[in-house]
């Protein structure tokens, strides 16, 4: 865990103008989740992911992949920084970084994290980047259209 600094040089963003959150936290995030990757154990599929994720209060929790032999069993990244966060008491998020190797493409969720991120509410920021340093800006909406939550079985 840490906590967001603010004096972070800003980086390269195709579309962070809408963003709530600032350039320095989104620097710190972008640096965080890079680091987070290389704890990452991915003895299969050799895809090492690591993940930042930003509280409401400011707190950063890096979580990275933890592949098992058993494949349903290992857990990506993304999951990894929220359950972190909620072992230690936080369900307030702002925001989640996330970096891989794959110079491709951005790095995106998979859909088991975009419905554990929901869970937590809908109006996220979420950066998937390159290895080169860009990165591409969704809100979880974006990522998670139509979706369902919490608030969806309180009217059952």
């Given at each position: 865990m840490?906590?967001?600094?603010g004096?972070?040089?800003?980086g ?13 936290q ?11 990757k ?20 400011g ?5 990275c992949n ?5 494949f349903p ?5 993304e ?7 909620i072992?230690?008491g936080?369900t ?9 190797d794959?110079?491709e ?14 869970e ?19 809100t ?15 009217k059952?």
């Open positions: 840490a906590q967001v600094p004096n972070c040089s800003q390269s963003a195709p579309n962070s103008a809408s963003s709530s959150v600032g350039p320095e989104i620097q710190h995030l972008l640096h965080m989740c890079k680091e987070a290389k704890a990452a154990y991915c003895p299969y599929s050799h895809f090492p992911v690591g993940a930042a994720l930003l509280t409401g209060d707190k950063i929790f890096s979580g933890v592949e098992n032999a058993c069993l290992g857990v990506c990244a999951r990894t920084a929220i359950q972190k966060a072992s230690e936080y307030d998020f702002r925001a989640m970084a996330i970096a891989s794959s110079e493409q951005f790095i995106v969720p998979c859909g088991a994290c975009r419905q554990v991120m929901r937590f509410g809908r109006n996220w920021d979420v950066f998937m980047t390159k290895p080169n340093g860009t990165y591409m800006f969704k979880l909406e974006e990522l998670l259209p139509l979706s369902f939550g919490p608030e969806d079985l309180k059952l």
